[in-house]
């Protein structure tokens, strides 16, 4: 049964999504708080949700298309509150938007965790996202030091 449900994002939702992205857990991933929120709430064609469980707000996520035609595909982002974590909702919330944006027409999505996110990694490869390649020196860490990524893609068919 899912427990998940995805609604989208408001400006009514900024002192959440912040909270949720300022937590260390989260931010050493993502970035700086108050940009990324700023960018979560700017992205007016994107799919921008805030993952809801139980009635309460415990995380957001988001899917990206690239549309041109010869390289079309999806990708998707999000974070959990570390409160929430280890519940399988993060799991849920990538599943629902996963098999909606196939059921959109896409044939592949894409994710890209830093290297060393071992916990988001596990998550993925247990949806069936597939490890493609190290992206060297990819992003930049809130103290200002590169580090890698790593490409990971799932394809129609393959989400578990
Ligand atoms: C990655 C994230 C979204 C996962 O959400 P979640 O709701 O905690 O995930 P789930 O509860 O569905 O699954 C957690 C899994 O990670 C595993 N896990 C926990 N810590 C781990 C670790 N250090 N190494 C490997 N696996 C780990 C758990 O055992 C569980 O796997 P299982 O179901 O096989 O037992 C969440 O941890 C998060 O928001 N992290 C911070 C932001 C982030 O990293 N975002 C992703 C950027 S690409």
């Known amino acids: 049964m899912t427990r998940?449900?995805?609604?989208?994002?408001t400006e009514a939702d900024r002192s959440t999504v912040?909270?949720?992205l300022s937590a260390p857990e989260v931010?050493?991933?993502?970035?700086?708080?108050?940009?990324e929120t700023d960018g979560l709430?700017?992205?007016?064609?994107?799919?921008?949700?805030?993952?809801?469980?139980?009635?309460?707000?415990v995380g957001v996520i988001q899917g990206w298309e690239e549309t041109a035609r010869r390289y079309r595909h999806a990708g998707i982002d999000l974070a959990v509150h570390p409160g929430h974590y280890g519940l399988g909702l993060g799991s849920e919330a990538i599943r629902i938007l996963a098999q909606r944006?196939?059921?959109?027409?896409?044939?592949?999505?894409?994710?890209?965790?830093?290297?060393?996110?071992?916990?988001?990694?596990?998550?993925?490869?247990?949806?069936g996202f597939r490890r493609v390649g190290l992206l060297r020196d990819y992003e930049q860490g809130l103290d200002g030091t590169w580090h890698d990524?790593?490409?990971?893609?799932?394809?129609?068919?393959e989400l578990r």
């Open 27 to 35: 931010a050493q991933w993502w970035g700086d708080p108050g940009e």
């Open 18 to 20: 912040h909270k949720i």
């Open 41 to 57: 709430l700017a992205k007016e064609e994107d799919h921008v949700y805030a993952i809801e469980y139980e009635g309460q707000t």
């Open 101 to 127: 944006l196939f059921d959109q027409g896409h044939h592949r999505i894409t994710i890209d965790p830093a290297a060393a996110n071992v916990r988001a990694i596990h998550v993925y490869e247990k949806l």
């Open 149 to 157: 990524g790593l490409l990971m893609d799932l394809l129609k068919g």
């Open 4 to 9: 998940v449900t995805l609604r989208p994002l």
